[in-house]
């Protein structure tokens, strides 16, 4: 992945894209917003963020979240273009399932994963909504900055548990919430917008509009548990080394040492 796809997907978030404007939180119109922008100029505005990387500066191969998957059946939430789902068949994974809102993003992974010789069973679903997944099933859930886009997360949680088989393990990244509310503005980091606001807002970037929540790590830690995850693993740092190998005096390379824009959650099913 190149460093400009990790930063575009980084910089999600009020105060740092333009002008972002509160909608009321209305599921069926978010889902229209997020689709129409998947389905036409997402990847090329935000590029692609997919394992190895769990988003800027956390990679898979430092953290080893996931560990030996072979003969391990596998279902991401929000597949995208396919790239996480063939770094795992790599990995002998046994099953592969993704789903996403998006059917230009559904047709790109089948193309992609048959170009190199595999399959998956994918389903175009909102995250929120019961599509035919079956349960008590998979070894491994995981979303690879996808999770935030649900406009329901207690509800998504949940159903992703009933995916899960006991002591199954669900591994999740997204970009940290305090990364949302600073900016780099004159080689200082300044606040844009208060952590506790995880009120919808829509953004406008190049053609497209995509609609967001930023919540708190609270309420991803408060869901997980109410949908019965016990957290195993939490990661908030930055790589060193990823780091170093960006231009040191880019902004968002100095932010990402002052200020966690990554975090990713190890959990498991009780």
Not at 36 to 59: C, H, M, Q, R
Request: overall charge negative; proline content about 2%; glycine content about 8%.
């Amino acid at each position: 992945m190149d460093k400009n796809s990790i930063s575009r997907t980084n910089i999600i978030g009020a105060g740092e894209v333009g002008s972002a404007v509160s909608v009321d939180m209305d599921k069926n119109s978010i889902h229209k917003i997020n689709s129409i922008f998947w389905d036409t100029k997402g990847n090329e505005i935000l590029g692609t963020t997919a394992l190895p990387f769990y988003g800027a500066f956390v990679s898979e191969e430092k953290c080893q979240l996931f560990g030996d998957v072979s003969g391990k059946k596998m279902l991401e939430i929000g597949c995208g273009s396919g790239q996480s789902l063939r770094y795992l068949a790599e990995r002998k994974a046994s099953e592969l399932w993704g789903t996403d809102i998006s059917e230009k993003q559904i047709e790109k992974t089948t193309q992609y994963l048959t170009s190199y010789g595999f399959l998956a069973k994918l389903i175009c679903s909102p995250m929120e909504e019961k599509c035919g997944i079956p349960e008590n099933y998979f070894d491994f859930v995981y979303s690879i900055y996808a999770i935030g886009w649900t406009t329901d997360l207690e509800g998504t949680f949940c159903r992703i548990a009933s995916y899960l088989k006991k002591d199954g393990v669900f591994i999740f990244s997204w970009s940290h919430p305090i990364h949302k509310c600073v900016v780099a503005e004159n080689n200082r980091l300044t606040f844009k917008k208060s952590y506790f606001d995880e009120s919808w807002y829509s953004v406008s970037l190049g053609e497209g509009t995509l609609a967001l929540s930023d919540r708190k790590l609270s309420t991803y830690v408060n869901a997980l548990a109410k949908a019965g995850f016990v957290i195993e693993q939490m990661i908030e740092q930055s790589d060193d080394e990823i780091i170093q190998s960006w231009d040191d005096n880019s902004d968002f390379a100095k932010k990402a040492k002052m200020l966690p824009v990554t975090f990713v959650v190890k959990a498991r099913k009780i």
